[in-house]
């Protein structure tokens, strides 16, 4: 469920890796283990494709053995203080992208002192390490996972139910709203919902979910009936839900256009432009603690709105990731994930959806 960044230096800590892959594919499945950062395009910034893989991760394990702190070059300097040194610039761009950062001591090193590294990287010195030693080496790997796993989970207070009457005026203001959008005769959309005796579809689901999802657009079944994702989509959000014990009436679901775009055709920036108050008013009313974007188009507007560096990933490379975000109201996360239309049609793709989705059991 987590992804893990293993940071190391060959020449340093190399078998160690290898043992420590070994022992934490019996926790966590090898697609979420990432070692090598693979090859780099010529003409492609290094320094930003490194920090594209490590921001992938949730956490970051930093290997740090008896020659991490010396090891020279060829020509005798030492490499830590060499700017384009990858073990330095992964390390730096976790801690600049706040990541949940373990150091991890092997073949008895010990953690230097912050003065002895470049400033970029100091901040690593001051956390608390794990030593993985030879004898113990299942039995410390064990107490790894068990960090990885809480400090994943910190900070994951469940959010608090609202009182009755608050509740109350989340339901007055999203009945509001409804009827703002019923009355959208300006929108661009307008035109095509009442030709066809459509429903404009603002969204479903409990007033203060925990778990927001930001779909792309209603589709026909939904503008019949004006509700969110009731077709083909829909079944298979109900299903990623039940297999992580949720239903439908837990969650609240929304679209970025919230009326149907005629043709089946992508969202125009105009139309985006106009609902996005809607979508806006609907996160500050539920006030979730996640926002799952489902698709491209959901998850560009999102990544932008809360000005998350990722806003120019595609999603392809952002699926699944847990971000954090200020909202508000307080901090909230962000997990992009494909869009059930999408996964509809491919065995692997749905598997990915299932293990991405995962991450909002944290939220439950
Ligand atoms: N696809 C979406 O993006 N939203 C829906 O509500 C249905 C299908």
Redesign the pocket.
Known sequence: MSRIFINYRRQDTEGYVGRLYDHLLKHFDSGDIFIDVNSIQPGVDFTRALENAVSACDVFIAMIGPQWLNATDEGGERRLDQWNDFVRLEIASALKLNKVVIPVLVGQARMPAPALVPDDIAPLCLRNAIELSHQRFAYDVERLVEAIRNSVSAGFALKPQADMPTLRQKESALKSLRLELVDATESPLYRFRSENRAFP?LGEGSPDASIMFI?????K??VEKG????????EVLSEMLNGIGLRRADVY????LLDRPPAKRDPLPEEIDFYAPFVDRLIEIVQPAVIAS??RF?SSYILKKFDLPEQRSRISDVHGMLLQARAPYGDIHIVPLY???VVLYSASRKEMLRRDFEKLRLFT
């Open positions: 579809v779909g792309e657009a209603p589709g079944t939904e509700k969110p994702f009731c077709g083909p989509s829909g679901m929304t679209n970025l489902l698709g959901a869009h059930p239309a």
